[in-house]
């Protein structure tokens, strides 16, 4: 089965300018997940949809995080205006059902780098 | 508030050693507990998922414990071999939420010296 998918693998901007993030789950996989991994520690939480609805959004820094999951596939995370802070790898996951019953799945991230 | 650990943060061994990971938590009321590994640059990758009810699991040369009273998780590596060299990350669910807010540790950085 194909994995999770996302684009680009690297980007580098200026604080203040805006970016945006890709990801396509694996087929079938009702849930996705945006974690933000900044170096040396391990992935937190930014947003997990169930289908096409966010389920929990409490650590997204709404004033400068947004994403959407359009159709309940693919979702975009956008970061505008974007600080030095929000230097790290973005993952996407997806999984089956619920985290207390199916595993998550990773894509390859994205690494943001923020001057 | 669930706080999930890992000692050591980083650990050098030489090929065929078998060696132990280790992961606590403080809130032992958990769903299930998961083992990654990470590679430079990559994402993460699935090992192991201990569901609650269960003791172990085991996979080829990994075998993952858990022990819910004492708060604690190992990952027991067999065979060692430089191609396990990774970082290892456990993560859980925080406390009964079924929400995918995983709560992981920092990791532990392995490195296996042929």
């Known amino acids: 089965e194909a994995g999770v998918a996302q684009s680009p693998r690297y980007k580098i901007i200026e604080k203040r300018q805006s970016v945006a993030f890709w990801c396509n789950p694996i087929?079938?996989?009702?849930?996705l997940y945006w974690y933000q991994q900044i170096l040396g520690q391990g992935p937190k939480l930014l947003i997990q949809?169930?289908?096409?609805?966010?389920?929990?959004d409490s650590q997204l820094p709404k004033d400068r995080f947004s994403a959407e999951r359009l159709k309940g596939v693919d979702s975009t995370l956008k970061i505008q205006p974007a600080k030095l802070e929000d230097s790290a790898v973005y993952l996407c996951a997806s999984s089956l059902g619920q985290p207390y019953n199916s595993p998550l799945h990773f894509g390859n991230g994205t690494r943001l780098t923020v001057t | 508030k669930q706080e999930v650990t890992q000692i050591p943060a980083a650990l050098s061994v030489p090929e065929g050693e078998n060696l132990v990971l280790n992961c606590s938590f403080t809130?032992?009321?958990?769903?299930?507990l998961q083992w990654f590994r990470q590679d430079p640059g990559k994402g993460l990758t699935s090992l192991l998922l201990?569901?609650?009810?269960?003791r172990e699991q085991t996979s080829g040369r990994l075998n993952a414990s858990l022990d819910k009273s004492s708060g604690r998780s190992t990952l027991y590596i067999a065979a060692s071999q430089p191609g396990d060299s990774a970082t290892y990350l456990c993560?859980?669910?925080?406390?009964?939420?079924?929400?995918?807010?995983?709560?992981f540790g920092q990791g532990t950085t392995l490195q296996v010296k042929p």
């Open positions: 087929s079938g996989h009702a849930t």
């Open positions: 809130d032992s009321a958990i769903y299930n």
């Open positions: 201990i569901q609650s009810s269960q």
């Open positions: 993560a859980l669910p925080e406390g009964s939420s079924n929400t995918g807010k995983l709560i």
């Open positions: 949809f169930q289908n096409n609805g966010v389920v929990d």
